[in-house]
């Protein structure tokens, strides 16, 4: 074998080999761990296998390590973007690419979001990019009032993105479930309870097997949840059900608090009605989506214990469950006790996470307006969404046993345009190019005296 | 690599300028000189409202014009701009100091593309104004028969982005949307009490997917780009017919048409692709009407010598992509590739929520420019969100930058403006504070919002 073969066939096989997690320490960057504290300078990540280690002030690189000299950079966890559609469409309006909704399908809470997530979305690399490391990534309600199975993903450049299959299912009860349920709310808290019923009966007599308690917190690896819908074949049903039997397994353990339920609500009082589905539902596992008047019923929300992701900037009534949306909401909640994320669905991207908790911050310094301090705001894209999705202590924060997902920032996080230089998932340090980047270095110059900027690659 | 961007940007502004010195100056910018042209049926009745002479001391001075000035006093009196200057201008006797130490003052905002009032909140049915789509080309209608004045996006603008003006453009369904209406930010019971006195009318036009979208699907022409371009030039040959005649039989679509022939609207031209824009632009020279600047333009940075070379400005986002096939190749360089070339920069929103962080998103592309070398100083990056915009909309002797004479269209900034950490504090347009963070009664509550969850609050 010649050497120039030898080279080409070494190189191929280090792409073809999944990389391998690093142990690795960063120094001297200035350290956000991601738990609602502010951030502290000089401080030091010891990264092994694949897992921190260490974080903080006065942490030793063990003997023998690579540390790398962060001075001048931010290490952080990744972030974390709940929810959001990763990975499920190329490019929106192109029907063909697009399989966010699914309005014609005779499917609706059982359809999956796991096996259509495609690592290699454009999306995907954009975003890993821009420093997001984990999301809950889901399907949404089009023909149906349930949006189907949302699944959590990695963002890793490797064929395997879903960490969790089947791990929340969506629902939406406000004005727009309203529509699609028939024309009003009304039909859809119809629609909901009877749907709920159904999976009960059919729960009970299939006798699909559940855990006999909740267990939100993901396991990695060793606690797939059971897929419902492919059991309890041979169960009778009454002649007048209205789900599929896919469906209706699908929410069987959402009845049962196996499954958190994810539910899109806005107005006030359709938040109130969301909370009180736990008197009839007694193990609904709840988590409010959007919530824009979530500060005039914060108390209510708080005392339900009931996490919310929350639209982090909406201060416009636009529509009419909206009246009262204000900038202010998520301050508002948070001083009242209440578990807030900042949804990744309520801006023009999820990259777009970071700034909107910048804004959080900003909020502070207005007169009259809530915000949240800087260590708040970031807690409110990495460790909080990571522990509503279930990742609690493995993401979204820099502490002994979490996941090795860091970013090494050229700035701070939270200020406008600062952009990761370092991605690392699980330990291993990821590539930062996409379509974008590409494009990027194609037009540095518009120079095409000698080749069309085609050969330009 | 680095390049001399102030050289290259204010010989691009020069030649913008003299490009805007062509506009009509009509009472209402529609007063052609050469021909009978219907008066402005529907003039502007806006008014200043009352304000102290101002002294605004000690802040850091962004004059829009690519100037900054550390430790800058700004004067205005009487609804204008009397003086800017650094800490030894005098202020003269009757002047209210305000206190601008650790903050920053820059002028008023101006977002070149909005919908605020013709797609107004609450987003329901009733209130989609904004696109006549029917026919592909609807010269005939005047947003501003739109604009509902009561739509609580302009008090959120005005408070949370600073936005003292703003153009408001009919939709991109149609190749011919309409004409734009340019706006100050002021609350008013009417359209007419808003209207920027003096702005020149624009022509909102559309290029690629949308139109071919919408009328292919009802079965019309066009359903296909060169569908677009040969309604289009078919419309111009028709309206240069109208132009060249005497112009006595009203019609108005014609006469809107004809305002662009005359270069007295000007062209606001909807259109992501480069290679698009580049057709567009020969189709302007055949048909002998000018594109004053294409928006969304998510691909002008593949075009930034050809976009210098005609004079277009570029009005874009700061990396808004991938949503539809014609955004596919939006990058976050695309501002910092214009400004490169020494092609116009114009950051706008097209979006209620976007319309509150234009500076954001100003600071945004500058920071994409850094990363790859391209050094846009914070003065002229203020410049995309004031100045470029208002000489696209063909004020700019009137706004956009603080010069004596000027309208005081004026923010102060509780901080670095390009910062996320830092809003508005105080804002006056023509010389009136219209918002004060710091007072809860200044702050405009729209006749929608009164005796709702939510009436007065901080939004």
Known sequence: ?457 | MKFDLRTAAALAGAALLSACATTGEGSDGTNGAAYDYPDNPFPSTYQRYPGAPTALVGATVYDGAGRRIDNGTVLFADGKVTGVGGADLAIPAGYTRVDGTGKFVTPGVIDIHSHLGDYPTPAVDAHEDGNEATNPTTPEVWAEHSVWPQDPGFTRALANGGVTALQILPGSANLMGGRSATLKNVPSRTVQGMKFPGAPYGFKMACGENPKRVYGGKGRMPSTRMGNFAVNRQTWMDARKYADGDRKERSLAKETLAGVLDGDILVHNHCYRADEMALVLDMAKEMGYKVTAFHHAVEAYKIGDLLRANNVCSAIWADWYGFKMEAYDGIQENAAYLQREGACVVIHSDDANGIQRLNQEAAKAQAAGRRVGIDIPDAEVIGWITLNAAKAMGIADQTGSLESGKMADVVLWNGDPLSVYSRPEKVWIDGALMFDATNPKLRPVSDFELGQPGEGDVK
């Open chain 1, 1 to 457: 074998m010649s050497r120039l073969a030898y080279t080409l066939a070494a190189s191929l096989l280090a792409l073809a080999a999944p990389a391998a997690a690093q142990d690795f320490a960063i120094t001297g960057a200035t350290l956000a761990t991601g738990d609602g504290s502010d951030p502290v300078p000089n401080a030091t990540v010891v990264v092994r296998g694949g897992r921190v280690v260490a974080a903080g002030l006065g942490v030793a690189v063990p003997a023998g390590m690579q540390a790398v000299d962060g001075a001048g950079r931010w290490v952080t966890p990744g972030l974390v973007a709940a929810v959001t559609t990763l990975g499920l469409a190329d490019v929106s309006a192109v029907s063909e690419s697009n399989d966010i909704s699914a309005g014609s399908s005779p499917f609706s809470a059982a359809l999956d979001a796991a096996p259509v997530i495609n690592p290699a979305s454009q999306h995907i690399l954009v975003h890993r990019a821009a420093g997001i490391t984990r999301a809950a990534t889901r399907t949404t309600p089009s023909g149906s009032i349930f949006g189907g199975q949302g699944a959590i993903i990695d963002l890793g450049a490797d064929p395997n993105p879903v960490m969790r299959a089947r791990a929340f299912q969506t629902v939406t009860l406000g004005e727009a479930g309203g529509r699609i349920a028939g024309g009003s709310r009304a039909s859809a808290h119809a629609l909901f309870r009877n749907a709920l019923r159904e999976a009960t009966r059919l729960g009970e007599s299939a006798r699909i097997p559940g855990r006999s308690s909740q267990s939100r917190d993901v396991d990695l690896g060793d606690d797939v949840p059971v897929d419902s819908r492919l059991l309890g074949e041979d169960s009778e049903r009454p002649g007048d059900v209205l789900l599929t039997r896919f469906d209706a397994a699908a929410l069987v353990p959402v009845v049962r608090g196996e499954q958190p339920l994810y539910v899109t609500v806005e107005r006030a009082s359709d938040i109130r009605s969301t909370l009180a589905l736990k008197r009839e539902f007694p193990r609904l596992d709840l988590v409010l989506v959007g919530a824009s008047e979530g500060w005039m019923v914060a108390r209510d929300i708080a005392a339900a214990g009931v996490p919310v992701i929350a639209d982090g900037l909406d201060d416009l009534p636009q529509s009419f469950e909206e009246l009262a949306s204000t900038q202010s909401n998520i301050g508002r909640m948070v001083a009242a006790g209440v578990k807030v994320a900042i949804n990744a669905s309520a801006m023009e991207n999820p990259r777009n996470l970071n700034q909107y908790a910048g804004n959080l911050v900003a909020l502070s310094r207005v007169p009259g307006a809530s915000g949240l301090s800087w260590g708040q705001a970031f807690a409110a894209i990495s460790s909080v969404p990571a522990e509503i999705i279930g990742l609690r202590g493995r993401a979204g924060v820099l502490a002994p046993g979490a996941q090795g997902d860091l970013v090494v920032w050229d700035g701070d996080p939270l200020e406008l345009g600062s952009m990761p230089v370092q991605v690392f998932i699980d330990g291993v340090e990821q590539p930062l190019d996409n379509h974008q980047s590409r494009l990027r270095d194609r037009y540095r110059d518009l120079d095409e005296s000698d080749r069309p900027k085609a050969f330009d690659w």
